[in-house]
């Protein structure tokens, strides 16, 4: 994998459903990973930054892990409520003096009511 | 405390104009990025600037320039507009080198007609 990709593009699901989205990046050279929640006309919102293999984290009824060896980052969302509906961004950081972070092209997500 | 903030919000310009788009990041950040948005994609990596140097620059034209002032704020230069130049140009702050999360702001909408 030479770029940071994101499936599936989008989603539609019930409220109520459980789903997950799946991240992909190179595996070598990890520094770190960053999943971002956005909604329209609002800023990216930081959800998590993910730096060691294993790694699992959890923000309410978000939760995120992650593998660097495999080079696979997954989030799930327990229990969509419409609030949920917006786009997830992963971005892996290649730290070092710029920390340019780059983007897989996200995960729409809209839950119907 | 306030988030990142860019001026203007929305903005209009012709072929061949110069823009000038303006971000104040977190107080205490001492980092600037500068993100590029074209629909359908991730956000591009243009500038990253670190106590008002230039410490990484994507795979932009020479067209884009950037700089960072004493207060740690940032302006976003673009010459000689073109069409594909119509995007959402984001800001983000970090505390700098080593510090792993980036604070996006709302961006700019730049259309070029």
Not at chain 1, 13 to 25: A, K, L, R, W
Request: aromatic share 12%; with cysteine; charged share 15%.
């Amino acid at each position: 994998i030479l770029n940071v990709e994101q499936s599936p593009q989008s989603l539609h699901v019930q409220e109520g459903d459980s789903t997950n989205f799946t991240c992909s990046f190179p595996s070598s050279n990890f520094y770190a990973l960053h999943w971002y929640r956005w909604e329209t006309a609002k800023s990216p919102e930081a959800l998590f930054v993910m730096t060691l293999n294993g790694d699992e984290k959890k923000k309410g009824r978000i939760s995120a892990t992650l593998n660097t060896k495999e080079g696979y980052s997954y989030l799930y969302i327990k229990g969509s409520q419409p609030e949920d509906s917006a786009t997830y961004l992963c971005a892996q950081d290649y730290g070092g003096a710029t920390n340019k972070l780059i983007f897989g092209t996200g995960t729409l997500l809209a839950v119907q009511p | 405390d306030a988030g990142v903030t860019q001026s203007p919000t929305h903005l209009i310009k012709t072929r061949g104009q110069h823009v000038t788009l303006r971000c104040s990041p977190i107080s205490g950040h001492k980092s600037v990025s500068w993100y590029q948005q074209v629909l359908g994609q991730g956000p591009q990596f243009i500038f990253q600037y670190y106590e008002k140097e230039e410490r990484g620059r994507g795979n932009f034209p020479d067209r884009f320039s950037a700089r960072q002032f004493p207060n740690y704020s940032s302006e976003l230069n673009v010459n000689a507009l073109l069409l594909g130049d119509s995007a959402l140009y984001l800001c983000a702050s970090s505390g700098g080198t080593g510090s792993y999360e980036q604070y996006f702001g709302p961006g700019t909408r730049l259309t070029v007609t």
